[in-house]
């Protein structure tokens, strides 16, 4: 082979977009063969898997077929057992793994002492959730279409990867028909898998011109086989016109020795099931995968994985595929159908009869005929004759015996479907109490909680995969732009080797009646006293009810006083006023005594003034400044007391409401 993965080149190697360009013809031969050979392999080991999910697909589906047994145009009614099964669990999936607007949660692994982690999971969780809910237009309907599909075939895949073309991120759905994968393999994650892939003329011209494919001729495409469920549910013809026919390409997911060190490498090889003929050979791995000895021999490669498997309920055969509704109920749905058409055709026969005509009975008509209500026939026999020459067909009614038994059936079949009137929404009875069919809710939820796991675990595997792709394509001033948050967020956010953080779904898979119960049971604990945070208790409550904006209705009221409160603040206000009306009298008192002895200052200085003698003057001026001093030490000394007379009031009200709390405090409903 002329493929080298030395430690020196094998950066160089994987970087180009095509190996095929340094193989040779004849190798390149070789390996499209031996690639169509393993396709054709894997596709008979689950032909008969595929057969009948053909058939439980056309069941579900309720194809119009026509019977030509006992009689043309027989009754072929086909009982909705299947297609219930599937719409239920699709109505309820959706809305518990698929609600809100942030399906990617980050999780912290180890300790977080400086909340770095957990700041990164929040910016993870916040711009994966973006990208699936808003950039990637088609992943909300391709997880819409999965839920309906896959508990009807029991597996679903997603393939996901960058695309050049768009820019971004993909991540499309692949249903079982179109990715092979060998039913007896051991490990999906080693398995060869081959996805089919349809493209016209110029999809394959285009990536030619690109050199994404091989510049080789593909010849006419040929007409595949149609798919026989899709055709008859929409009547389409299986032959399309030449000009509009596909090229059916295999991308090969699998493991080759192209190097020809002897061991097998993870490749992807792009071939043309009609011709053979290899369009690209692409790496599958990274070089930091490859694992050498001293030697420089590779001891193990760590390969790529692009598809996310979805399973219903696990296959007893198989490590790879699942078992759905159709394989499980079919029968017992095919059952139905038939014991509900021998009814019908059984009631048909019993009220059109039927019998024998004698040869002496002279019909005016001929030897047979049908009679319209309310007609009358004229014939050449006598009544006797009639009587005597006609003898109707001995047919019975419907069985109630098949009657019964149907009943048995739909009630094993919706049994096993966890289809009852209490999952359906409808009344279960008049007089059931609520913790009745609360605990009937329960039971029956168990078998899609359950289910419900299995598709959280290949959520998180397919989020994985795409918190990969984002180490390597991240936009970083997307990011800026998209979020409004310049510089937070990082490729190295994306670095899965740290172990730090991991990307994963929601767990949170309670139904609507049981969260709300779970919160409102919570809120009452908080109430009766429990260490619990009655404001987080109450926003769970609310959030479970679907309410918006519960910031808003979260805010804060100022706290509600006691009525014993308020009394003794009543009558601290009366007795303040009283009190400040009493300083404001003797205020207004002193400050009259204060003109008075001014005034008496003031003749005193004109005395002074008129004394000749200055030992009379100095004596009388030394008495007048003591007489000012004191009143305003009277004066200082007044506001003082009235200021001690405000704070003791003060204290006294603080000490009121502290002990008016202290013994409201065992009342959860009076507020501090």
Known sequence: MALELGRENVVATLEQVNLADHISDEELSEIGEDVVNSVQRDEESRSEWMDANDEWMKLAAQVKEEKSYPWPNASNVKYPLLTTAAIQFHARAQQALLKGNRPVKARVIGDDPDGSKRSRAERVGKYMSYQLMHEMEDWQDDMDRMLFILPIVGICFKKSYFSPSKNRNSSELILPQDLVVNYYAKDFKFARKTHILYKDHNEVVSLQRRGVYLDVDLGQAVDPDGNSVQDETLGLSPVAPADDVPHTIFEVHGWWDLDGDGYKEPWIITVDEATGNVLRISSRFVPDSVERNEAGEIMSIEPLEYFTRYVFLPDFTSKIYGLGFGIILGPINSAVNTVTNQLIDAGTLSVLGGGFLGRGIRLSRGGSGRFR?????????TGDDLKKGIFPMPIKEPSSTLFNLLGTLIKSGEKIGSIN??????NPGQNQPYSTTAAVLEQGLKVFVGI??????GLSKEFENL???????IDEEHFTQVMDEEGTLTKEDFNGEDFDIEPTADADIASETQALIKAESLLQKAQQGMP????????????????????????PKPPETPPEIQLKMKEFEHKEKFDWATLQFEVATKQNQAAKDKTAALLNMAKIADLSDKAEREALKTELDNSLAKEKLSLEHMDKVMSQVMQAKDRELKEQEIAAANKNQGNPGAAA
Not at 421 to 426: D, P, Q, R
Not at 452 to 457: D, F
Not at 533 to 555: D, K, S, T, Y
């Open 373 to 381: 209500p309310g007609e009358w026939r004229s014939v050449s026999s």
């Open 421 to 426: 009137e209490a999952l359906l929404g409808e």
């Open 452 to 457: 419900y796991k299995r598709v959280y675990r």
């Open 467 to 473: 918190y990969r792709l984002n180490y390597i394509y």
């Open 532 to 555: 619990i945070n009655v404001e987080e208790a109450l926003r769970q409550v609310l959030e479970a009810e679907g309410h918006e904006n519960i910031n808003e209705l979260m805010q």
